[in-house]
């Protein structure tokens, strides 16, 4: 997991999209607007966030200080 610190979270997305499209899972387009489960898509335009960025500071970082 350290290398996910050091700027590899790019090869570690490609690994998860290749294993998602192998088995018929959705996967969100990275630099579209995200849009919270529930919320229209007029509160993902205020947020001004893309489901990139939601991802890396809010799901990759926390599950990252979780496992070390």
């Given at each position: 997991m350290p290398q996910l610190r050091s700027g590899r979270s790019d090869q570690f997305l490609e690994m998860a999209t290749s294993?998602?499209?192998?088995?018929?899972?959705?996967?969100?387009?990275?630099?579209?607007d995200y849009a919270p489960y529930?919320?229209?898509?007029?509160y993902a335009c205020v947020e001004?966030?893309?489901?990139?960025?939601?991802?890396?500071?809010?799901i990759y970082i926390g599950v990252i200080n979780q496992i070390s």
């Open positions: 294993f998602c499209i192998q088995h018929g899972a959705k996967v969100p387009t990275m630099y579209g529930g919320k229209s898509a007029r001004n966030q893309t489901n990139d960025d939601y991802f890396k500071r809010e």
